[in-house]
């Protein structure tokens, strides 16, 4: 099987490093969440053909102003929220208040990260990027313009603009010294498997920390379809082009899941939802980044009640209560997360004999 690769931010125990939040949590309260996700618009300048997202920004082509953005960073800031990643929703940097946004919650003491296409990236954004946000993942998910075109929908001009924004990354950070850590994302099917040693190489040369395999699931509009690629031979040879200074990484236990097909949850409830959650850009509140523009799964709109209020309110109790794991999509961002909180949410024996 695999060999285990990975780096500690992507790791799902790191949920254990936030001990005075979970402990909060297990004997009964109501925290805030550790982490927020913030949708700066719904516009997009790609046009991905197996976007988790397309149904959501056809409805939706909402943008968030720098004074809303200011007003909710403020409120995420009185919650104590520790970190708040801008990603979509749409291209972040299709709204050209992002860039401040981002540079003022780094002044209000949060961690910052973003995801990005990387194709709006200039000299100017990208010193400030580098300067502001703990990390950055770039969406590739090719190694060619030819597969890029099928990935993104885009020609080979925007794929060399996506190049040269992650050169302009890791320039900038170099020449600033920052701390930042500069990813590549890779979403792995049938149209990508052939390029992923590929991408390696080209990720590798571009000088950033790490690129990330991921599998592709397919979502639109609560409807998933998922295929197992075969990727363990080629995974293989990536991971040969790792070094100190460039790590090729994978979601190991996805791969493991879909290859056995194994999509079931050996957990009732879902707990991570009490530790992460998402602001939209028309700001409205969603429980989860995977149920975005989803009624059910509403919590409030924070143009019209503070943070506070709806993460206390009735209605979010009411929307945790009803989550039907049939509207879920099966390898979740909160699926591992869920794995460690069902467990040390259930009573065990013999707790002081280890």
Not at 64 to 73: H, Q, R
Not at 106 to 133: F, P, Y
Not at 249 to 277: D, I, P, V, W
Request: charged share 25%; net charge positive; with cysteine.
């Amino acid at each position: 099987m695999l060999n285990n690769a990975s780096v500690r931010q992507f790791s799902s125990d790191k949920i254990l490093k936030h001990l005075d939040i979970v402990s909060n949590w297990i004997k009964g309260g109501n925290p805030g969440p550790i982490t927020v996700e913030i949708d700066m618009t719904n516009v997009c300048n790609h046009s991905c053909p197996e976007c988790v997202v397309d149904y959501y920004q056809k409805n939706d082509s909402n943008t968030l102003s720098f004074e809303d953005a200011k007003v909710i960073i403020d409120q995420l800031v009185e919650a104590k929220i520790r970190g708040l990643t801008f990603t979509g929703g749409g291209e972040p940097l299709c709204n050209i208040h992002t860039i401040d946004a981002i540079v003022y919650a780094k002044k209000k003491g949060m961690d910052v990260a973003l995801i990005t296409n990387g194709s709006l990236v200039s000299k100017e954004k990208a010193m400030a990027l580098v300067s502001s946000c703990v990390w950055i993942r770039t969406s590739l998910d090719a190694a060619t313009p030819e597969t890029f075109k099928i990935t993104h929908g885009k020609d080979h001009t925007e794929f060399n603009k996506i190049i040269k924004g992650i050169q302009m990354l890791v320039e900038e950070k170099s020449k600033l010294k920052t701390e930042c850590t500069i990813g590549v994302g890779y979403l792995t099917s049938d149209e990508t498997v052939s390029e992923m040693e590929q991408a390696a190489i080209l990720c590798k040369s571009l000088g950033v920390d790490y690129l990330q395999y991921r599998p592709m699931q397919i979502h639109h509009g609560g409807e998933f379809s998922y295929h197992w690629t075969e990727v363990n031979r080629i995974i293989e040879k990536c991971l040969q082009h790792s070094n100190d200074s460039f790590k090729v990484l994978f979601s190991k236990h996805k791969y493991e899941m879909m290859q056995k097909k194994n999509y079931g949850r050996n957990y009732g409830k879902c707990y991570g939802h009490q530790f992460a959650t998402v602001i939209s850009a028309s700001g409205d509140m969603y429980i989860c980044c995977h149920l975005r523009g989803y009624e059910k799964y509403k919590l409030g709109n924070i143009k019209k009640q503070s943070f506070l209020e709806i993460w206390n309110s009735e209605r979010r109790k009411k929307v945790y209560e009803n989550i039907d794991f049939k509207d879920c999509i099966p390898l979740c961002r909160c699926n591992t997360f869920n794995q460690i909180l069902w467990e040390l949410k259930k009573p065990a024996d013999h707790v002081n004999f280890l």
